[in-house]
């Protein structure tokens, strides 16, 4: 079964900062990829996501990922965070197949904290 | 357009209870998920409706987790003699389509907060 690895579980910038969250997935075959946000006392809502095409694919309130097929990954990244990007990060892969509802699975999550 | 909507947002349960949560998924949405978020967790898959289709029950921790999905519309998610374990935020999320593309994005409801006391 594939999985998702997010390579921080907290991350603590001060605004202005650069970030960029990990994200490796475990699966050889064509993917769909995804990173969800959660801000504090909201829902899951879609950032951004990749089907095919540019790896760099850009997202709402300026973030953007990449997709680098040899590494596995799409790493999400911001050149300025702002307080207001405090939130949850979850990167998820769909990688379709018969078992449709355990082949979209969800990374841990990464915690960001933006300090003022 | 109307999003996903849950419902009840919180519920706080006695042990051994039975609870059903709902889903309303977003008009014209063929696929639905059910996920399950705990404190500092991931999201957990529990079951997946697809159109007619059986659906995938595989992410169901045990048989006291059932859910129906009427008319290709609605969802209802039970669990059955509540244990404290199962304290979770209950997730609902639908999409156009299954499958890879843009049609497979799924959109999530805002959650049902469950409490076993």
């Known amino acids: 079964a594939q999985s998702v690895s997010q390579h921080n579980h907290h991350v603590i910038l001060s605004e202005a900062a650069s970030l960029e969250l990990g994200c490796n997935y475990s699966?050889?075959?064509?993917?769909?990829l995804f990173w969800y946000v959660q801000y504090p006392g909201q829902h899951l809502q879609l950032l951004l996501k990749?089907?095919?095409?540019?790896?760099l694919v850009k997202g709402i309130k300026g973030f953007e990922a990449e997709f680098i097929k040899s590494k596995f990954s799409f790493n999400l990244r911001k050149p300025s965070v702002q307080w207001s990007d405090t939130a949850e990060y979850f990167c998820?892969?769909?990688?379709?197949?018969?078992?449709?509802?355990?082949?979209?699975?969800f990374g841990p999550g990464t915690r960001l904290s933006v300090l003022p | 357009g109307a999003g996903v909507s849950q419902s009840p947002s919180n519920k706080v349960t006695e042990k051994g209870k039975d609870v059903e949560l709902r889903c309303d998924p977003i008009?014209?949405?063929?696929?639905l998920y059910w996920y399950r978020q705990s404190l500092g967790q991931g999201l957990e898959f529990l079951i997946y409706?697809?159109?007619?289709?059986?659906?995938?029950k595989s992410g169901l921790p045990s048989d006291r987790f059932s859910a129906e999905r009427t008319g290709g519309s609605v969802s209802t998610l039970t669990i059955q003699r509540t244990q404290q374990e199962d304290s979770a935020v209950y997730l609902c999320?639908?999409?156009?389509?299954?499958?890879?593309?843009?049609?497979?994005?799924?959109?999530f409801g805002p959650g049902t907060r469950l409490l076993v006391l």
């Open positions: 999320a639908s999409s156009l389509e299954s499958g890879g593309g843009a049609s497979g994005t799924q959109y």
């Open positions: 699966y050889g075959g064509t993917v769909n």
């Open positions: 990749y089907f095919s095409g540019d790896p």
């Open positions: 998820a892969v769909n990688a379709g197949g018969k078992n449709y509802g355990q082949n979209f699975v």
């Open positions: 008009s014209g949405h063929t696929a």
């Open positions: 409706f697809q159109g007619n289709s059986a659906p995938d």
